[in-house]
């Protein structure tokens, strides 16, 4: 702990925080932003990408653009101007982009929203000027378009901002002989801007040529103040007499499906079955700064397959959100706890069919950011589970922010007759000193459960964080402290792994040369991490984690990442590895990683990487991966991505079981593995336990007389293979085919097993009766034609194909073949075998724009 505290004070002499002096240096940051004028016209522009309206050559163009990559802050290779003009409904930009190579210029078609290898022309707009949100709208060479939500830590892989946002605007692209052209009308609708007579909005442009390894920008914001990206947006000036158009959108949809699978009444025969739905969207602009949302029976069945995983942990998996209704704008209800969050959407629909939904989410003039949502699911339409969230954020000055969320649950519990009841609220809160360079963060929460399901009726637990941090410079980082009471649970709504912990938390990033080139590398950076973790409840030392990492890209646009991990270095013991029989002391690890990725700037992309990890107890995990992106032309993509797992030795948990003696005094094992209250006479078997089981229980208190119940645990060996497979075929910008395919084996076993009589000793059990071994075998695959057939309305044609087998060995049948020892070539085969489950599904949907 004292270790993160001085890494905080280290990082606070590199300038200080002086409060008084954050005003200031706020408003002289404001003065110097970069602005450009808008110019007004009066008659409707014809979008087409040719830029010849007269009105195009009146408007002042900016052209000041600076490189970010490669070399940042250096003059671009291409020139670029931009241009905005206004009318009463519509904003205008065009964009005039040089090339001396046009036939260089990459035309790659995609998806809609897929920010592909292409040439692409982006512009963010800050509306609002509330300096934390913007709206991308972008395009490529081809004339696909993205459009997304900027907010701090969003965007990714997959493009800039977060694209689950989608808006109706119009575009139109041209190569010319000197290079490429855009123009763009996008609708007031579209953005959300406060009703006043002269308008001032921040505004950003970045232009990508990917055969060059360049991207420029107006205005050039530094990567060491790129922590608030929209926060340092130029300035649109010049609007005036406009007022905020209401965004008023009906979507209605009907869908077809046919399903096929495996009869229950016929083994290897198969079962149709045929349905038909209909349901629909509404989004409804009440006033410029509020917008309603609603869902009514909404069926998602051109949403991509969960992908299959081996999860041999305590905790749940959790997958990521793919539904569009939930991942559109759900920014603004995210509420993190430490390692979770007070909202998972995947829990509304995860046991019953969705009846319906609301979000109404908006700002007012004093910068309050709100949203409050609603959903209800429930069999055949008759809703009975219940869930609400309600959040706020107070924007304060220019960065800073506080908020507050409540959320609440209420549904039947399997086997019991009343419901279960959660509640869950907190505060958060981020304070930017010295104009934005430092800041303070940090939430409190309660979370309160009452149901047949919790201990005593009911429960309330207690969390929260504070974190200082450097945000700006070339050395940046936090410090800190969380704590996680033993009772905070949010999980009837939220998604949180552990709790009963107290973390110190470190870290700190060091941009090499400030970010700037130096010897052969482009840029290169260095990362350390450092976790120390105490039980809340009784302060056992719950372990360490020590993370070094370094990342450096090399100028020919090459790139290579080394890793080092520690954990538990100075011991440590984990709560949940026995699913609730104590705690064990976990071993000392020491794990090494590497991954390398070719130049960017090819049609194709290589990168490999490697894991190895070594525990002191003898235990092994090794881990290797490829995965591939090639452009085939301008209208196929295709990727790879194949991940091998293997593990040798590594010691782990593998049952509770209970041991009984008998009255002849010997010793009997329960069939299943289960505590001795859910265990009758009959339901032990005798085995041999060469006269060694007392012994190793001696220590051991019974959980009643004559009766053990004791956590077991093996060296584990493992064998994992994951390959999944993408390719999109664009016919036209509108109309494409995505094809996603996976194929997931995994195999395990576990012998040598030992007797855990305390947290701190193994007891060897050589003649322990049962076996642990399993195989599974996964195959799915999505085809989804999509063709977006006037802005906004969309056909859909699925088909989900999958098979899926888990082989798990009777523990108490010596005599069955292994499941582990099977051939690789074999198991792929019996995959195959598998009947298959297939569903066939036409969606369309339509929409009114008012």
């Known amino acids: 702990m004292r ?39 009066e008659a409707a522009l014809s979008v087409d990408g040719r830029l010849d309206e007269a009105a195009w050559h009146e408007a002042p163009p900016v052209t000041g653009f600076r490189q970010f990559e490669p070399t940042e802050g250096a003059a671009p290779t291409q020139r670029t101007e931009v241009r905005v003009l206004y009318g009463n409904d519509h904003l205008y930009v065009g964009a005039r982009l040089d090339d001396e190579q046009p036939r260089g210029i990459e035309q790659t078609l995609g998806r809609r929203d897929e920010y592909n ?113 929209v926060a340092q947006f130029g300035r649109l000036t010049g609007i005036s007499g406009i007022e905020p158009k209401r965004n008023v959108q009906v979507r209605p949809y009907t869908v077809s499906r046919l399903q096929m699978e495996e009869s229950a009444a016929e083994p290897g025969t198969a079962a149709m079955h045929g349905s038909a739905d209909v349901g629909g969207d509404i989004k409804i602009g009440l006033g410029p700064n509020v917008t309603l949302d609603a869902t009514v029976n909404p069926d998602f069945g051109q949403v991509e397959a969960d992908p299959a995983v081996l999860n041999l942990t305590a905790f749940e998996t959790f997958f990521e959100e793919r539904r569009p209704f939930f991942i559109d704008g759900i920014q603004l209800y995210e509420f993190s706890v430490g390692p979770g969050e007070l909202l998972y959407t995947r829990r509304i629909g995860a046991q019953a069919p969705i009846v319906g939904a609301t979000k109404l989410s908006g700002r007012t003039a004093s910068d309050l950011s709100f949203g409050v ?18 959040r706020m954020s107070q924007q304060l000055g220019d960065y800073s922010s506080v908020g507050g969320i409540v959320t609440g649950f209420d549904g039947p519990v399997p086997g019991a007759p009343e419901r279960r009841r959660s509640y869950s609220g907190g505060a958060d809160w981020d304070l930017r000193l010295r104009d934005n360079r430092y800041g303070i963060e940090g939430f409190a929460s309660v979370t309160h459960r009452r149901g047949p399901t919790v201990v005593s009726g009911a429960e309330t637990g207690l969390a929260g964080k504070v974190w200082m941090r450097r945000r700006q410079g070339a050395v940046t980082g936090f410090a800190g402290l969380d704590v996680f009471g033993d009772a905070f649970n949010p999980n009837d709504l939220g998604q949180l792994r552990e709790n009963n912990f107290v973390a110190a938390i470190s870290s700190m990033d060091y941009e090499i040369k400030g970010g700037q080139a130096f010897g052969p590398f482009q840029r290169a950076s260095i990362e350390g991490f450092g976790i120390q973790q105490f039980a809340y409840d009784d302060g056992l030392n719950l372990g360490q984690r020590f993370e070094l990492e370094s990342r450096w890209t090399l100028r020919d646009f090459q790139q290579v990442e080394f890793n080092t991990t520690l954990q538990n270095p100075f011991g440590g013991y984990d709560l949940y590895e026995t699913r609730g029989l104590g705690p064990w002391a976990e071993p000392f690890g020491i794990g090494v990683s590497s991954e390398f990725e070719t130049d960017e700037r090819r049609s194709w992309q290589i990168e490999p990487e490697i894991e190895v990890t070594f525990n002191d107890d003898g235990g092994r995990e090794y881990a290797a991966g490829l995965r591939s992106d090639v452009d085939v032309g301008t209208r196929l993509s295709l990727s790879a991505n194949l991940e091998g797992e293997w593990e040798r030795g590594v010691t782990a948990w593998t049952s509770n079981e209970t041991f009984r003696r008998t009255e002849a005094g010997a010793w009997g094992i329960g069939a299943a593995s289960a505590p001795p209250t859910q265990l009758d006479a009959g339901d032990y078997v005798a085995f041999d336990d060469r006269g060694r089981l007392d012994a190793v229980l001696t220590d051991v208190a019974p959980y009643s007389p004559d009766h053990y119940y004791v956590p077991v645990f093996g060296a584990r060996d493992t064998r994992s293979l994951d390959l999944t497979l993408r390719s999109t075929v664009t016919f036209m910008q509108d109309l494409s085919l995505q094809v996603y395919s996976q194929l997931f084996l995994a195999r395990g076993r576990y012998d040598r097993f030992q007797v855990l009589v305390n947290r701190d000793e193994l007891v060897p059990f050589d003649p322990f009766p049962k076996r642990d071994e399993f195989a599974l075998s996964s195959l799915q ?23 899926r087998a888990n082989d798990a060995l009777n523990p108490l049948a010596p005599w069955e073949a292994s499941p582990y020892d099977r051939p690789i070539d074999e198991q792929v085969a019996e995959t195959f075998d598998i009947f298959p489950r297939n569903v066939f599904l036409i969606k369309l949907n339509y929409t009114f724009l008012y």
């Open 3 to 41: 270790i993160a505290y001085a890494l905080f004070v280290l990082l606070l002499l590199q300038g200080g925080i002086a409060t008084s002096g954050a005003a200031q240096g706020a408003q002289e940051g404001h003065s110097s932003a970069p602005t450009m004028n808008a110019v007004r016209v």
């Open 781 to 803: 695959s999505n085809v989804v034609l999509r063709w977006e057939y006037r802005p906004g309305s969309t056909l859909y044609v699925v088909w989900t194909h999958g098979r």
């Open 373 to 390: 949502l609603g959903a209800t699911t429930g069999a055949g339409f008759s809703p009975n589970r219940h869930y609400g969230v309600a």
């Open 117 to 229: 290898r292409a040439d692409w022309f982006l512009v963010s707009i800050d509306s609002y000027l509330d300096r934390r949100t913007a709206r991308i709208f972008g395009v490529n060479a081809a004339g696909v378009q993205y459009d997304a939500i900027e907010r701090q830590g969003s965007g990714g892989p997959g493009g800039p901002g977060d694209n689950s946002w989608d808006a109706v605007w119009y575009s139109g692209v041209r190569v010319t002989p000197t290079g490429w052209l855009v123009e763009m009308r996008i609708p007031y609708s579209m953005l959300r801007f406060a009703n006043e007579g002269a308008q001032t909005w921040g505004i950003h442009f970045r232009r990508r040529m990917p055969r060059r390894g360049e991207e420029v920008e107006w205005p050039l914001v530094p990567r060491t103040e790129r922590s608030n990206l």
